[in-house]
Protein backbone atom coordinates (compact mmCIF):
# COMPACT_ATOMS: atom_id res chain seq x y z
CA UNK A 1 0.00 0.00 0.00
CA UNK A 2 1.40 3.57 -0.92
CA UNK A 3 -0.06 7.01 0.55
CA UNK A 4 0.15 10.12 -1.58
CA UNK A 5 0.47 13.77 -0.69
CA UNK A 6 0.14 16.33 -3.53
CA UNK A 7 2.10 19.60 -2.75
CA UNK A 8 3.00 22.81 -4.90
CA UNK A 9 0.07 24.42 -6.25
CA UNK A 10 -1.09 27.51 -6.23
CA UNK A 11 -2.51 30.67 -7.88
CA UNK A 12 -0.52 31.93 -11.21
CA UNK A 13 -0.83 34.06 -14.34
CA UNK A 14 -1.82 32.31 -17.52
CA UNK A 15 2.10 32.04 -19.04
CA UNK A 16 3.42 31.26 -15.58
CA UNK A 17 5.09 28.31 -15.15
CA UNK A 18 4.73 25.35 -11.87
CA UNK A 19 5.69 22.17 -10.34
CA UNK A 20 3.51 19.81 -8.70
CA UNK A 21 4.91 17.45 -6.06
CA UNK A 22 3.80 13.80 -4.70
CA UNK A 23 5.21 12.22 -2.14
CA UNK A 24 4.65 9.04 -1.77
CA UNK A 25 4.99 6.64 1.66
CA UNK A 26 6.13 3.48 1.71
CA UNK A 27 9.17 1.55 0.27
CA UNK A 28 7.16 0.26 -2.70
CA UNK A 29 6.99 3.20 -4.56
CA UNK A 30 9.35 2.20 -7.46
CA UNK A 31 6.85 -0.74 -8.15
CA UNK A 32 3.91 1.37 -9.29
CA UNK A 33 3.64 3.42 -12.75
CA UNK A 34 2.82 7.04 -11.76
CA UNK A 35 0.15 9.29 -12.64
CA UNK A 36 -0.94 12.83 -12.61
CA UNK A 37 -4.55 13.60 -13.01
CA UNK A 38 -6.86 16.52 -12.95
CA UNK A 39 -10.48 17.75 -12.64
CA UNK A 40 -11.90 21.10 -13.75
CA UNK A 41 -15.18 22.28 -11.91
CA UNK A 42 -18.04 20.16 -14.01
CA UNK A 43 -15.60 17.97 -15.52
CA UNK A 44 -14.35 14.20 -15.70
CA UNK A 45 -11.02 13.79 -14.00
CA UNK A 46 -8.78 13.35 -16.59
CA UNK A 47 -4.78 11.85 -16.77
CA UNK A 48 -2.54 14.48 -17.94
CA UNK A 49 0.83 12.68 -17.61
CA UNK A 50 1.85 9.14 -16.71
CA UNK A 51 5.35 7.45 -16.35
CA UNK A 52 6.30 3.84 -16.10
CA UNK A 53 8.41 2.50 -12.77
CA UNK A 54 11.88 3.45 -13.50
CA UNK A 55 11.01 6.55 -15.36
CA UNK A 56 11.99 5.35 -19.08
CA UNK A 57 8.76 5.87 -20.70
CA UNK A 58 6.11 8.57 -20.00
CA UNK A 59 2.82 9.47 -21.52
CA UNK A 60 0.86 12.89 -21.94
CA UNK A 61 -2.16 14.11 -22.60
CA UNK A 62 -2.53 16.06 -26.33
CA UNK A 63 -3.22 18.99 -23.27
CA UNK A 64 -0.31 18.79 -22.00
CA UNK A 65 2.29 17.95 -24.82
CA UNK A 66 4.97 20.33 -25.02
CA UNK A 67 4.19 21.97 -21.86
CA UNK A 68 4.13 19.75 -19.22
CA UNK A 69 6.65 17.27 -18.10
CA UNK A 70 6.00 14.03 -15.37
CA UNK A 71 9.48 12.79 -13.84
CA UNK A 72 9.97 10.61 -10.85
CA UNK A 73 12.86 10.29 -8.49
CA UNK A 74 12.50 6.99 -6.92
CA UNK A 75 15.19 7.25 -4.27
CA UNK A 76 12.89 10.27 -2.84
CA UNK A 77 9.78 8.90 -3.37
CA UNK A 78 8.52 11.42 -5.35
CA UNK A 79 6.97 12.53 -8.50
CA UNK A 80 6.70 15.68 -10.58
CA UNK A 81 4.49 17.26 -12.92
CA UNK A 82 6.51 20.53 -14.75
CA UNK A 83 4.22 22.63 -16.29
CA UNK A 84 4.92 25.41 -18.20
CA UNK A 85 2.82 28.26 -20.43
CA UNK A 86 -0.18 27.69 -18.03
CA UNK A 87 -3.74 28.68 -19.27
CA UNK A 88 -6.46 29.35 -17.57
CA UNK A 89 -7.36 25.99 -19.02
CA UNK A 90 -5.50 24.21 -16.82
CA UNK A 91 -7.29 25.20 -13.95
CA UNK A 92 -8.03 21.96 -11.84
CA UNK A 93 -7.66 20.11 -9.12
CA UNK A 94 -4.31 18.24 -9.78
CA UNK A 95 -3.96 14.64 -8.21
CA UNK A 96 -0.88 11.91 -8.25
CA UNK A 97 -2.01 8.29 -8.64
CA UNK A 98 -0.24 5.06 -8.57
CA UNK A 99 -1.33 1.83 -10.26
CA UNK A 100 -0.25 -1.69 -10.40
CA UNK A 101 0.86 -1.11 -14.43
CA UNK A 102 0.97 1.18 -17.03
CA UNK A 103 -2.49 2.63 -17.75
CA UNK A 104 -4.72 5.67 -19.13
CA UNK A 105 -7.46 3.93 -17.58
CA UNK A 106 -8.35 6.05 -14.05
CA UNK A 107 -10.29 3.49 -12.57
CA UNK A 108 -7.31 1.22 -12.66
CA UNK A 109 -5.38 3.87 -10.34
CA UNK A 110 -5.41 2.01 -6.64
CA UNK A 111 -4.18 4.79 -4.91
CA UNK A 112 -5.01 8.36 -4.58
CA UNK A 113 -3.50 11.56 -2.87
CA UNK A 114 -5.70 14.21 -1.69
CA UNK A 115 -5.51 16.71 -4.76
CA UNK A 116 -4.08 19.99 -5.12
CA UNK A 117 -5.58 23.50 -6.77
CA UNK A 118 -4.24 24.74 -9.68
CA UNK A 119 -5.64 28.07 -10.84
CA UNK A 120 -4.52 30.03 -13.58
CA UNK A 121 -5.42 33.58 -14.31
CA UNK A 122 -5.68 35.34 -17.62
Known amino acids: QVQLVESGGGLVQAGDSLRLSCAAS????????MGWFRQAPGKERELVAG????????YYADSAKGRFTIARDNAKNTVYLQMGSLKPDDTAVYYC???????????????WGQGTQVTVSS
Open 26 to 33: GRTFSRYY
Open 97 to 111: AASFGPTTIMHDYNY
Open 51 to 58: ITRNGGMT
